[in-house]
């Protein structure tokens, strides 16, 4: 699989692709790649999960990747190793993260342990708003939310669905990762005509944050919003708390 520089494109990257095993820092990364360069960010597990962990049915996940993949700008964070060739192919790039197993296992469980001490719960206020303006319980006591830092899914932030379904499926997942879900995308890769990035390591992924951030175009539109008719995509770009700018945790040197 060939590792193609960002800057042999004649135009930047205005469909970008992010696929890893979880716990490999591809959301956090998400994160960043669109705070610094514009581009609507869509987390995949925005549009697949729902209050108390359902699930839209086959046809409907089709039809909301299809939605997806025909906007002409966006950030794609999600593996879903099934759906990944659509993907793949309506990008303009595809970044790969591909940690060792049990970098993204220990990941997996410190994140784990952050969400369950936070506990579910709605929205935590915006940054710099008053502490008072947490959600307090019937009996007066504060609700217990996730940070802001953690991702949780739109879905499940905003029923206070509890944001850990299975850690030990999570960890099977993070594993198995390159026997299992590698392979289904290695597939897909090998079909798209987008360069393909991969980091193993951090400093790779501030490396190429550097090499994508320069290189986007700031005037660009604002995000497309689903017009009034009700024809457009049934969804909206990141709004999650974590989505707020901030340093990147990795350092390129």
């Known amino acids: 699989m060939a590792s193609v520089s960002c800057e042999a494109h004649p135009a930047p990257p205005r469909r970008i692709v992010v696929l890893g095993s979880p716990g490999s820092g591809k959301t956090t990364f998400c994160h960043h790649l669109a705070a610094a360069t514009g581009l609507p960010l869509y987390h995949l597990d925005d549009l ?5 962990w359902s699930r839209p049915s086959e046809e409907e996940w089709t039809r909301l990747i299809g939605d997806l993949c025909a906007l002409p700008r966006w950030i794609a964070d999600g593996n879903y190793a099934a759906s990944a060739e659509p993907r793949t192919r309506a990008a303009d790039l595809v970044v790969l993260f591909d940690r060792h197993p049990l970098l993204c296992a220990t990941a997996l469980i410190r994140r784990s342990l952050r969400l369950r001490r936070t506990g579910p719960g709605p929205t935590p206020p915006a940054r710099g708003a008053p502490r008072a303006s947490l959600a307090v319980a019937r009996h007066g006591q504060r609700q217990r ?6 991702y949780v899914p739109r879905g499940l932030r905003d029923t206070g669905t509890p944001p850990v379904r299975s850690l030990t499926a999570l960890l099977r997942k993070a594993l198995l990762f390159r026997r299992r879900d590698l392979v ?9 005509h987008a360069p393909v990035r991969r ?3 951090r400093r790779q992924a501030a490396a190429l944050l550097t090499t994508l951030a320069p290189s986007q175009d700031r005037s660009a539109p604002p995000p497309e919003r689903p017009p009034p008719d009700g024809t457009g995509p049934a969804f909206l770009p990141c709004t999650c708390p974590a989505a707020a700018p901030a340093t990147p945790p990795w350092r390129s040197t």
């Open 199 to 201: 980091c193993r390591t």
């Open 145 to 150: 939310t996730p940070s802001p830092r953690e």
């Open 184 to 192: 289904v995308i290695r597939t897909a890769l090998r079909r798209t």
């Open 48 to 52: 697949y999960w729902s209050a108390n």
